[in-house]
């Protein structure tokens, strides 16, 4: 089985000898699946009238259990992203009624953004598709193939996680 990459790294090969190209084998590869992982999402979640960034958001507050809450900061933590953006997105999933903010009972000044059931049952029936989707991806591999890949990911991943850089 060859793909387009293989082709790219003959042709390297055979133009830069002097350079080891063999990275370009999986990180290329690495970098073709995650775009077509990026494609897969946007449709899953076009299907529940999501955005990509929406189910972010709303699947950090899901994965925090019930009350399916989380402050502004947290937020900004499991999202990765700035103050002003985090902001502009509650005030949007708040217009569509995904989200509410509520008072934080331990800090009058602080809000807590708190999952809508409409906001539950969306991000539900998203990821639910999303797992579908990647399911039948992952399906020309066995099982411990799977486990391999994931754990050879993990030690690729995780110095850069760690400390931030991702």
Do not use: C
């Amino acid at each position: 089985m060859r793909d387009e990459v293989d082709g790219l790294v003959e042709a390297w090969q055979r133009e830069r000898p002097d350079l080891d190209v063999t990275p370009m084998a999986v990180l290329s590869r690495v970098t073709r699946l995650a775009h077509y992982l990026d494609r897969q999402r946007r449709i899953s979640f076009s299907r529940h009238d999501l955005e990509s960034w929406e189910f972010d958001v709303l699947a950090a507050l899901r994965r925090s259990g019930e009350p399916y809450q989380l402050s502004p900061g947290q937020l900004l933590r499991e999202t990765m992203v700035t103050s002003g953006t985090m902001t502009n997105r509650v005030d949007r999933l708040t217009a569509r009624g995904l989200v509410t903010r509520t008072d934080h009972p331990d800090d009058r000044r602080g809000v807590l953004v708190r999952l809508t059931t409409d906001g539950k049952q969306s991000v539900d029936a998203a990821i639910e598709d999303l797992m579908q989707a990647e399911q039948q991806i992952l399906a020309v591999l066995p099982a411990a193939q799977r486990s391999q890949l994931a754990e050879a990911l993990r030690r690729l991943i995780a110095p850069y996680d760690s400390n931030g850089q991702i």
